[in-house]
């Protein structure tokens, strides 16, 4: 029953956003047949109104047409830059896992990008609401902090001026806590296509690696040996799930990473005749999440 369920939901989750990508031109310096220049966010969470709360009342982002697949199913759908972040409301009664990014291993973190200008109010309404940001970095050219919405869920807040360009507002940013740094690099060069940028030391002896995809980074970090294991569907966790790429072809992109070495958690299935998805399963059971519309 929990395995139906499961699929229930990650399907749905693909659906959510499937629907809004007809007619986009696959983009020849995408992997795997992306149909989009960025990938999508998956989040399970507890609570439909604190969502809409946070996510639109407090950082104020734009708030897409919600996905109800069924009475007890509501998808809630919001934009940062060009990316769709969309919340399955969990119905499995898990709670967050609190701590951010170096309390467990999986996605731990999301970056979301604002302009300078609206950084003192969305910090005013954060404090309003009772959502305490951490401390702040403020720099000539970025202001930077966390703060953790109703779940636990970590979110950055980043702040560009308005002389760094428009196109510095539509990126997005991907935050994994993983056991094996260079294993993590190896998987998202060699079996996800991701293209690898510099590393970064962040101090303490630790550095930050970092990946893209379009105009979303994937920054990644190891916090220690002892930390538990936080990645699943959005049915058994509460917290952020999967990384969604919209594709052209979903069997093609199957035969791909199978033939690299890489693991299917749900096989391709067609739902409602016009959609197939599939989940591919990468090292601390962190999971990417492949979308394709069939007409």
């Excluded at 749905?12 to 990938?39: I, K, R």
């Excluded at 000539?140 to 953790?148: C, D, K, L, M």
């Excluded at 538990?228 to 979903?250: F, L």
Aim: proline content about 4%.
């Amino acid at each position: 029953m929990l395995q139906k369920k499961m699929k229930h939901l990650v399907v749905a989750a693909a659906l959510a956003t499937a629907l809004s990508v007809l007619g986009v031109a696959q983009a020849a310096d995408l992997p795997l047949g992306m149909l989009q220049n960025h990938m999508n966010l998956v989040v399970s969470a507890s609570d439909e109104e604190k969502t809409i709360e946070f996510y639109g009342t407090v950082l104020g982002l734009e708030r897409l047409e919600d996905a109800r697949l069924s009475d007890d199913l509501n998808i809630l759908r919001f934009k940062s830059g060009e990316t769709v972040i969309q919340f399955i409301i969990n119905q499995q009664g898990h709670k967050g896992l609190p701590g951010g990014l170096g309390s467990a291993r999986g996605i731990r973190l999301m970056a979301v990008i604002f302009p300078m200008a609206k950084k003192d109010a969305i910090l005013e309404r954060a404090e309003a609401h009772g959502y305490k940001p951490g401390k702040f970095t403020v720099k000539p050219t970025v202001a930077y902090g966390v703060v953790n919405d109703h779940d636990e869920t970590q979110v950055e807040l980043v702040f560009f001026p308005e002389s760094r360009g428009p196109e510095m507002l539509e990126g997005f940013q991907i935050g994994l806590n993983v056991t094996d740094m260079d294993g993590m690099k190896t998987y998202l060069n060699d079996v996800m296509g991701y293209e690898e940028l510099a590393d970064e030391d962040i101090g303490g002896g630790r550095k930050k690696y970092n990946a893209q995809v379009g105009i979303t980074r994937v920054k990644y970090f190891h916090f220690g040996e002892d930390v538990p294991n936080h990645s699943g569907t959005p049915s058994e966790i509460v917290g952020m799930s999967m990384i969604q790429h919209v594709v052209s072809d979903v069997d093609a992109v199957r035969k791909t990473i199978t033939e690299r070495g890489g693991t299917i958690h749900t096989e391709p299935i067609v739902i409602r005749e016009f959609l197939k998805h599939m989940v591919v399963e990468g090292p601390d059971g962190i999971l990417f999440q492949f979308v394709q519309l069939l007409h």
